[in-house]
């Protein structure tokens, strides 16, 4: 191990040499361009702000690497990189990347990948490709990457290797074996259009990877073993996910709520009309019944839309029950509006209730010899479906649901005094 630290020491110190008297080139446009700047401290809480929320990184593994008590300056890169150093012993820890025509991108050097490995997802690399990358070859082809076979053939090979990306993602690579990634890179497809072209040509740029001019400005050490607190960190990103999904499940059901109660409100502004138009036509229904009784007319005399009709009284008259009841739960709802646990999207739908309100307009019936009866009680059921999605106790509001709320005391008052009068004839 020793040997080992002494070689990869003289080595980097060679690069070094050999990268300031010009006998090395490390890209088209190389080398630094103006002064070392610190960085102002408004940018450094930014910068930190963007690496824990755009990568899978704790923050005590930031820490470690860049303490708070440490300032960063910044260097400028005539490839247009800009690299992040700490002012206590210049190792670069972050550097951005900007492509021509984008947005400048905050990514981790890879002194900072081996403190953090998790950081981004990891492509595993044949042995002895890593030497020609880090040679100067900036494209990997498809063949140098391992990958392993699905289990049916039914499952896509890209899928089952690196999951679903887009062009631009990036990535780490590290040879097959190793746990530490020796590069940064991007696809340069997307995964449906790796699918397309099968597993050959060029599809991942390398960024920045082990010897090149980021990895030379700082002290060259790579690590010996993953680091200590590589598990307390998984542990701590478990726990900043799960927090995550708490915030935003609660911030699902907040959204949810002031949705039930706009929706309950635009009902129950409706709901006056859509009741007197239901109620007009169970007493078109009425009015029809008594005449056949009063004439002495069996229902087999009638035709076939009176039939229809007076077979749909009981339908009428429950939903006429219904939006009653619906009424009364959603004021009680509206005086405190909260979501059960059992609540979900699913068992409470959106619903229009303009759309229910249109269709009970064109049920309405003037007259109840109307020879069109039949088509106006189907577009009436309709309309009844509609209502009953709508679960009781989600939401009202206190508009135009006076007359409604009086109607139901009315009846129920009547039918207390009818039960009293027949216990007394009794």
């Known amino acids: 191990v020793n040997t080992n630290v002494v070689v990869h020491s003289f080595i980097h110190t060679f690069c070094i040499f050999a990268l300031r008297i010009g006998f090395v080139d490390m890209g088209k446009k190389s080398g630094k361009k103006g002064n070392r700047k610190i960085v102002r401290q408004s940018d450094q809480r930014r910068l930190r702000k963007t690496m824990l929320s755009e990568y899978a990184l704790a923050e005590s593994q930031l820490l470690e690497v860049w303490p708070t008590s440490e300032q960063l300056e910044e260097q400028r890169m005539a490839n247009f990189h800009t690299v992040y150093l700490r002012t206590d012993n210049g190792q670069p820890i972050m550097f951005t990347h900007e492509p021509k025509g984008e947005k400048p991108q905050l990514l981790p050097t890879m002194y900072l990948a081996h403190m953090a490995p998790q950081m981004l997802p990891s492509l595993r690399i044949a042995q002895g490709v890593k030497r020609k990358i880090c040679g100067k070859n900036d494209k990997l082809f498809m063949p140098g990457v391992v990958i392993a076979p699905p289990p049916s053939p039914s499952i896509s090979w890209v899928v089952h290797n690196f999951g679903k990306f887009s062009r631009g993602d990036k990535i780490f690579l590290r040879e097959n074996g190793e746990w530490m990634p020796f590069a940064v890179a991007e696809w340069m497809v997307s995964w449906d259009e790796l699918e397309m072209k099968g597993n050959r040509g060029q599809s991942i740029e390398v960024i920045h990877h082990i010897d090149d001019e980021i990895w030379l400005m700082g002290n060259g050490a790579y690590p010996e073993a993953i680091p200590e607190s590589f598990e307390i960190a998984l542990k701590e990103l478990e726990e900043k996910k799960a927090e995550e999904r708490r915030a935003q499940k609660e911030k699902d059901r907040e ?158 008052g009547a039918e207390e005094k009818m039960k009293e009068e027949g216990n007394q004839t009794h």
């Open 255 to 412: 959204e949810r709520l002031v949705k039930l109660v706009e929706e309950a409100k635009g009902y129950l502004e409706s709901a006056p009309k859509l009741l007197r138009k239901t109620k007009k036509k169970l007493r078109s229904i009425e009015i029809l019944r008594e005449k056949i009784e009063s004439e002495g007319r069996s229902a087999s005399s009638l035709d076939k839309d009176q039939q229809i009709k007076l077979a749909s009284e009981e339908d009428v008259r429950t939903e006429v029950q219904t939006i009653e009841e619906k009424v009364i739960s959603l004021t009680a709802f509206l005086e405190d509006p909260h979501l059960d646990p059992s609540d979900d999207e699913d068992e409470i739908a959106p619903e229009n209730w303009n759309e229910a309100e249109n269709k009970a307009e064109d049920s309405e019936e003037p007259n109840h010899n109307n020879s069109n009866s039949s088509s106006n009680d189907e577009v009436e059921v309709e309309g009844t479906k509609r209502i009953d999605c709508f679960s009781e106790g989600e939401g009202t509001s206190e508009k135009n649901e006076g007359e409604i709320v009086e109607h139901v005391k009315e009846k129920e």
